[in-house]
């Protein structure tokens, strides 16, 4: 239990779906990021939040669409997707960005059908 | 743009033999370097970590990594592994990017698969 919680852990969608992936850390940390990890592939940052503002977005599709509400609470809103999309989607905070140590949820596969 | 390297996909060991898991990164002024370990169907967690101080760092479930400067790299060692050490390792590394803000990067990934 790293102290960061995804959810669903599991998740099946078609390509019109609209979906959202949730991810909640009660850690006091203020860096909240988003990776996407796809088989033979190095893990990708896709989105990271530092005090509740974006600082950076890896170019990623806008159909990948991220939230912030709070420090505690990232959201990735998923809309229109591909089949090559389907990857596990892992949430990390850390203290600041890029500070000592991230700490990861344990992921969601998602699977675009 | 860092880059980082890890020059293994796989690497098979005996139980009980030593293990090195290699981790080069492009130069950079200052950076902060780190390993994770990844069990089947979890999330990274952080094995150790190098901000500064000792070139030695050691790190949970009796790992071991070296900071070498001049040669860019940083290699995760155990002196005698288990069957519980199966799994994926990375490495990853992070520096201050155009913005001014620490980004972290991983390498792909090295496989370690323990044999009885």
């Known amino acids: 239990e790293t102290g960061v919680t995804q959810t669903p852990r599991h998740l099946v969608m078609g390509m019109t779906n609209k979906k959202s992936l949730k991810c909640e850390q009660h850690?006091?940390?203020?860096?909240m990021y988003w990776y996407k990890q796809s088989a033979k592939k190095p893990l990708e940052l896709m989105f990271v939040?530092?005090?509740?503002?974006?600082?950076e977005n890896n170019s990623v599709p806008s159909r990948f669409s991220p939230e912030c509400p709070n420090s505690s609470h990232l959201f990735l809103h998923l809309h229109t997707l591909q089949p090559e999309d389907s990857a596990l989607y892992l949430c990390?905070?850390?203290?600041?960005?890029?500070?000592?140590?991230?700490?990861f949820g344990q992921g969601t596969r998602l699977t675009v059908v | 743009a860092q880059s980082v390297t890890q020059l293994d996909s796989q690497v098979p060991v005996f139980e009980e033999a030593p293990v090195e898991l290699r981790c080069n990164y492009s130069?950079?002024?200052?950076?902060?370097l780190f390993w994770y370990v990844q069990y089947p169907n979890q999330g990274l967690q952080l094995l150790l970590k190098?901000?500064?101080?000792?070139?030695l760092v050691k790190g949970i479930n009796g790992f071991e990594a070296e900071f070498n400067k001049s040669q860019t790299s940083f290699h995760l060692r155990k002196p005698s592994v288990h069957i519980s050490d199966t799994a994926e390792y990375f490495c990853?590394?992070?520096?201050?990017?155009?913005?001014?803000?620490?980004?972290?990067?991983f390498g792909r990934g090295t496989s370690l698969i323990v044999h009885p």
């Open positions: 939040y530092n005090f509740k503002e974006q600082t």
């Open positions: 990853a590394v992070s520096d201050r990017g155009s913005g001014g803000s620490y980004i972290p990067t």
């Open positions: 990390a905070s850390s203290l600041e960005q890029g500070s000592a140590e991230a700490f």
């Open positions: 190098y901000l500064s101080g000792s070139t």
């Open positions: 850690l006091g940390h203020n860096a």
């Open positions: 130069s950079s002024v200052s950076v902060y």
